[in-house]
Every structure is written in C-alpha cells, then in structure tokens.
C-alpha cells in the first residue's frame, strides 16, 4: 500500500474537472426535480390529483420506482430521481474506475507508475479510495441540497446514501469488470450490463410483489424508502456488497499479471472482411449506432408510457401549461411535440460524436496508412458520412418508434405507433444541419470539430430556457429546430424541412472542399 | 535515368515555422534510397508531402511524372507505406488490418502474403490493442510488402524490431529491389543504411545537406590511421589533410582527410611501418560531422 496517497492525490488532481460536472450534475438532477414539483403542482390539491393518478401507471413505476408518499413534495422527488440518480453515481463510479486502472495498464502509462517506489495494491487502493471520496461527497451534496431546500433531512439524507451507496457498489462491479478483460471498453461493457441487468430487475420487482428489487442495488437505495418512513437497515446490503467486491477484486488482481486480464482476449480472425472505406466506417461506428438507437428506443418508451394522462402529469399551473402547450393543439400532441424535440436533440450527441470520430481517427493517426493507399481523402470521408446520416436517420426513428410504441401499450392505440415515428422523423434533419455545421468545421479545421458540441448545447438551451430567459427572437431562430412545424401538435409542413436539407447538404459539400483542401494532422 | 521521386525546393510550412526550407531529393528507378536526418530535422514531413497529406507551400515535387498532391489515390496504387509510428484500430485484429489496407491499395499477393507472415513471426489473429510497438510495425510491413508495387516508402520502419526482425527485414528489401523497384528509407539506423542503401540524402533542418553514394560521401571524410614504426616519426603534423595528431614513441595515431590518406601513408613509410590500422569513416561519423557543426556552431 506504500505510496496510495500519493497516487490518490495524483488522480484527484488529474480529476478534479471531471468529478466536478459529475458531481454538481447529479446535485442538480436532485435538486432539480424538487423545482420543477413545485411549479409544477404549486398545491397540495396538485399534489394529490397528480398522485393519484400516478400511483397506479405501471410502466411509470418500471421506469422510476415503487410509488411511495407521492402526495409529498420528498416523495415526488424520491421517486423521480432515486433510479436515474443512482445510475448517474453509478456511471460516475465506473469511468472512474476504469480510467485509473484498464485505461492505466493498456496505455502502458501503469507500468510508469508501478515501477516507481509504491507497493503493488497501491494503484487499486488509490482508485477504491477515489471512488468512495466521489460517492460519499455526491451523496453528501445530494442530502444537503434537499435540506437546504427545505426538504425532511431523514428522507433527504436516505436519498443522498442511496446514491453514493448505489455508486459505490457499481465501482466494485467496475474493479472487478477491471480485473477479468483486457480491454477498457469490455471492462465498461460488463459493468453497464450490470447496470442495466440491476436496472430492470427493480423495474419488473417494483411493478409485481417486489422480490427481485431485493436482488438490485438500485432497489436496495429505493427500500431505505426516502420521505416515507425510512427505514434504515437496507445500508447494510449495498457496504457488504462493495466491501466484497472490492475484496473480490484484490483476490483477481493478485492471480493475474499486469497488462493481461484473468480472462484472455479473445483473438480475432486471421484473415479480414473489410475491403472497403465504408464497411470500415459501419464496422467502427456500428456499436454507437446500435447504443443509441437501444437507448433512444427505451427513451421514447418512457415518453410513450405516459400516455394521455400528460394532463394529470403536467398539472394546471399557468407554467406548466405555458411550456408544454405552446406549440398550440391539443395538450396531450404538444407535450408529445416538445418530447419529440427533445429526443431527437439528444440523438444529436450521436451526430456530434460521429462526425467527432472522423476527428479522432485523424488524430490517433489511424487515417494515415489508409490514405496511403489508393483511397481517395474524400471517400474516406464520405463513407464515415454517410455512417453519420443514415446513423442519425435510425437513432431518431427508434426514438419515435419507443414513443410510439410506449403510448399504444398503455392506451391500446395502435395507430399511435405510425403517428408518433411519423411525427419525430423529421426532426432528424434539424439535428443533421448540426452535424453538418460540424463537419463544415471540421472539414476546415480538424480540431473545430468540437464545435458541434456548442451548437447542440445551444439548441438545448434555446428549447428549455429560450422562453425564460427572453432571448432576441432572432437569436433563437439561429436553432434549425425552431423552424419546423411542431408535429404531432400542428401539421406538417414540407417547406421549412426542405430549406433545412440545402443547408445541411450545401454545408457537408463545404467541407467536404475544405477538407480536400487542408493538410492531413498526423498523430 | 528514370527518376522516380523529384523534389526540387520543396518548402513547408505549419504556422510560423518552417519544416521544410528548400529541400531537394532525388530517387531513382531501382535503387534504395536513405534519406537521414535527426529528429525533427522534416524527413516524416517530406514523407507526408509525397503522400498527398500535406500541402506543399512551395517547390516542385514529382512521383512518377505526377503531381502527389493531385493526384495522390492514384499514386498510391504505386506504392505502400509504412509509418514510423504505426496506429492501428485497437479493436481489429492484426490479420484484418493487412487485408483491408492490401485491398484498399489494390489487392495482396495472397503467397507473398502468407510467407510474410510467416519469416516476420507475426500472429494475425491478436487483436492490434494487444501488439507492441514493433509487431504493429510488421503489420504495416506486411501489409506493404505484399503489394504489388513499385515503390517502397518507409519511414524508420525498424525502430521496433529486434535484431533477428531486422534481418529478415532487410532480406525483404533486398528481394523487393531485385525486381528493379525502388525504395524511399527514412532512418537514423546508420548500419542499417549503409548495408541497403545505394545512395543517401542527409537532411538538416529541412534542407538537403549532402546527397550521393556512399563512396561519395567518403570522399568528404576522414580515415582513421594508427601505426607502430621502427623510428620515432617527425614532421607528421605538417603533412596536408591531417588532424589529431598523437605521437608516443614509435605510435602514431592520426585522422587524415580520405582524399590525403595516399601522401600521408607514404610519409609513414619513410619511418618503417611494422603495424598498421586504418578504419574507413562510417555513416556515423559522417553523420556526427554534420550534426556536429551545428553542435559547434
């Protein structure tokens, strides 16, 4: 153990950005969701109709948790947040894990360290140390926040424990993940199968008896039952389970060497498939295609499953009703409207990330050899374009399909299924203006990519808060997604989506001119 | 002659800094090429300007009669290419790479293929995340050699390889020559450059600062001399092209310009030369006498 703190220090400091945002972005999805209850049933009749009607919507219960005290502002929050937060301390706990210890070794940067005068557990128990300050400190936060809210302490302190506790035993799951594969990313991939295994056992437990939420850590947080009479010995299940992880993972680290795992890599084949820029780009692009249409798929589900109690959900305060209805029409297809939006800009970030990786493969010098063959730059860059386009065109159809799919089961309306994708689809063209935006830039520049970062974050807040924060008009049409018309809620009109095509495909030729014009980055 | 690759006053620049300030080289059909130079000194951008991957800011550069930058794709059904520092997906397995970048050049001599996997000791089946430094680089050499081209760009190919891989390595380039090809080698590897290369450019801070073959190059150097004479010399320091000159008693040790080594040799005989040791100049200290100019200067 000789030198952990030292290593420990070494990693806060490279760190410190990182646990920052995670941090203060799980604190605020807290505290956030206790804002938003009140605007949204500014009453205690609010509370009780909105209760109500959630208490018995299953497919609201399998995706947030067992409905309890939701006639409380605590509850409210208990029951909005508990899953996701405890998933986001979950994912914090398994990047930081991996960065400190796959990520270390497969650089190589690990044997730097090692060879210095520390013990051999002294990088594991920095990390385990890292992890537990990053939970306890989120927990922490999370509790604070809630009281300073004005929220019961009891219920706010079960809360924040059920996070950090929750985050901890997931970065047991990720030391041992560490342990077993060679790879980074296969270490990520067994601890987000977890994650989502734990995930729906609570959901199908929560909606049935109960039972299996017993065998999820995110079902342990959700028993120590936040605001609604705590209770308190559940705390043991989730320090047992990361005590024995953690012991777990020294026992695997003590019977593997350094740089290998305590299960082989798998070799790949001999001889290759590939024989083409495009099927190099589908092969190195498909798993985010495939992640994001899953995950954008679940999203709209969980969209869909609301409804058309969006009424009871969204309240009659003039706030709610300002923000969902002013797309105009009926509530229940201006709330599916403004949903829409909202997921297809989130399947933007697989636009950003796509156009992105042409960035990286540049950068990591993997574009090097290739073009030194007899494969034009530009049909390098063609091929990855064209994974983007057709990539985006699928991620925002399984969003509308879950929504879609989300409302027929729990109204028993078909027709919805073809309605809702029908609706969203064209707000795929929007999303790829900003991908073409970024990859004008990085047609111009390889590192300006990054830029399509920005106008993604910009559409976010022209849609959430242009309204509060009274932007100029002409600012927030700066948004393509302020000029379509708001389907489901008003009609669809070809127009406003054909102008945005030009745009979109006049700035991808830019920069497909661009980019033939500039020199190369080398690695 | 056949020139393959024809740079004349080749400039680069990347912002305020120049990488490339007039650079010439010369590379003819058939013979293997050194091109040598220090880190930094713009052998890897000149590479990179040949290939078509960056822009040349000034001076004339030709491959095959044809512009690189113009007319890179088609260029580079030509040639292979292997980096100094070889990147691969770290998710494909090294067998999958060879094949896609022989396909991409044009096609793979599957024979050649299957013998080159075999001499360079390469396991195609691990993944690239999982290969060091140098097995990386036989991947790309692999790739490469089993293309059918004309010629050969390799910048520092060996700094990975082990001796044995070495060997097998400039066993390859021996056979790829033999067909009347051309090669392109970037190296600071000076024993490696002396047993393949027929001629050498020397680059310094992005200019040529010497070309030619070998032996023209000794022309330039200094021979090393040490003699054991019957009588104790005299009069030795005042002999043309000599320097450092060391007498004890009846030991004489001296470097001597290689274009005096014939009058200084003939003053030793006056004395009665009982043993006698020259070593002819390596690439090494040829090497050091250039760099070594700019250390004093």
């Known amino acids: ?523 | 002659m056949d020139t393959v690759i024809d740079i004349a006053g080749l400039v680069k620049r990347f912002g305020h800094t120049t990488a490339l300030d007039g650079l010439d080289l010369q590379v003819e059909r058939g013979e293997v090429h050194g091109f040598l130079g220090p880190n930094g000194a713009g052998k890897s951008t000149t590479i990179r300007v040949l290939l078509g991957l960056l822009r040349a800011d000034g001076g004339i550069v030709t491959m095959f009669g044809q512009d690189p930058w113009h007319d890179a794709a088609e260029l580079h059904r030509r040639l292979a290419y292997v980096p100094g520092d070889v990147n691969l997906w770290p998710n494909l397995s090294g067998g999958e790479v060879i094949d896609l970048l022989g396909r991409l050049r044009g096609g793979l001599d599957e024979k050649r293929r299957a013998r080159l996997v075999e001499r360079f000791e390469l396991d195609p089946t691990k993944k690239a995340r999982t290969y060091s430094k140098g097995n990386r680089q036989k991947v790309a050499l692999v790739a490469a050699l089993a293309s059918d081209v004309e010629l050969l760009i390799l910048d520092e190919p060996t700094s990975g390889l082990d001796p044995l891989m070495e060997a097998v390595f400039t066993d390859c380039v021996d056979e790829f020559k033999d067909g009347g090809r051309s090669v392109l080698l970037s190296s600071h590897i000076l024993a490696e450059v002396e047993r393949l290369c027929d001629r050498v450019s020397i680059i310094r801070a992005g200019r040529t600062v010497e070309t030619g073959t070998l032996a023209d190059l000794r022309h330039l150097t200094r021979t090393s001399v040490s003699a054991e004479l019957s009588q104790a010399p005299s009069g030795l320091d005042g002999l043309a092209g000599v320097h450092d000159l060391a007498v004890e008693g009846v030991r004489a040790t001296f470097e001597v310009d290689t274009v005096h080594l014939g009058e200084a040799l003939q003053a030793l005989g006056r004395f009665g030369v009982r043993t006698l040791t020259s070593q002819p100049p390596t690439l090494e200290e040829l090497f050091l006498r250039h760099y070594g100019e700019e250390v004093a200067s």
């Open chain 1, 1 to 523: 153990m000789t030198g952990a703190l030292t290593v420990l220090r070494f990693h806060l400091r490279r760190d410190r950005l990182m646990l920052l945002w995670w941090i203060a972005g799980n604190v605020l999805l807290y505290w956030s969701q206790a804002v938003s209850t009140d605007g949204l049933y500014p009453t205690q009749a609010d509370l009780d109709k909105a209760a109500a009607g959630m208490a018995d919507n299953a497919a609201f219960i399998a995706m947030a948790g067992p409905a309890r005290a939701l006639d409380t502002l605590g509850g409210q929050v208990a029951w909005q947040a508990s899953a996701f937060g405890a998933i986001v301390a979950a994912l914090m706990s398994m990047f930081l894990v991996g960065r400190h210890t796959r990520a270390e070794e497969e650089t190589g940067r690990d044997e730097l360290v090692r060879a210095a005068a520390i013990g051999r557990h002294a990088p594991l128990a920095a990390t385990a140390l890292l992890v537990v300050i990053a939970d306890v400190l989120m927990g922490t936060l999370i509790a604070l926040s809630l009281i300073s809210y004005g929220l019961p302490a009891g219920g706010s302190l079960a809360l924040g424990l059920a996070a950090g506790l929750t985050g901890l035993v997931f970065g047991g799951v990720a030391l041992v993940a560490a342990q077993l594969v060679e790879s980074t990313r296969a270490a990520y991939g067994i601890t987000g199968a977890v994650l989502g295994v734990a995930y729906a056992l609570r959901a199908v437990g929560d909606v049935g008896n109960g039972a299996l939420s017993w065998l999820s850590p995110i079902g342990w947080g959700q028993y120590l039952r936040p605001y609604a009479e705590e209770q308190w010995w559940p705390l043991v299940l989730p320090v047992v389970a990361a005590v024995l992880l953690g012991s777990g993972a020294v026992a695997l680290f003590d019977r593997r060497d350094i740089g290998s795992g305590v299960w082989p890599a798998r070799p790949g084949p001999a001889r290759g498939s590939l024989g083409s820029a495009s099927a190099l780009a589908w092969r190195l692009q498909r798993g985010s295609v495939v992640g994001w249409s899953v995950g954008l798929l679940l999203g709209g589900i969980a969209y869909g499953s609301i409804g058309d109690d969006v009424a009871d959900l969204i309240g009659d305060s003039q706030f709610s009703k300002d923000v969902f209805t002013a797309a105009g029409g009926s509530i229940v297809d201006s709330f599916y409207a403004t949903a829409a939006v909202m997921l297809a800009l989130i399947g933007g970030g697989f636009a950003i990330a796509s156009v992105q990786r042409l960035r990286g493969e540049e950068a990591a010098g993997f574009a090097e050899p290739l073009l030194a063959t007899a494969l034009p730059r530009w049909r390098w860059a063609a091929a990855h374009l064209v994974v983007t386009v057709v990539g985006t065109l699928v991620v925002v159809l399984a969003a509308g399909l879950g929504m879609g799919l989300g409302f027929a089961m729990v109204t028993g309306d078909g027709s919805a299924v073809l309605r809702l994708t029908g609706a969203t689809l064209p707000y795929a063209v929007p999303v790829l203006v900003l991908a073409a935006v970024a990859w004008l830039a990085y047609g111009i520049r390889s590192r300006w990519a990054a830029i399509g970062w920005l106008g993604l974050g910009f559409c976010f807040v022209v849609m959430m808060f242009g309204e509060v924060l009274q932007l100029p008009g002409w600012l927030m049409d700066v948004s393509p997604l302020r000029h379509l018309a708001q389907t489901p809620a008003e009609d669809f009109r070809p127009w406003p989506l054909a102008v945005l095509v030009v745009v979109a495909v006049a700035a991808a030729a830019a920069g497909m001119v661009a980019l033939r014009r500039r020199d190369v980055v080398s690695a």
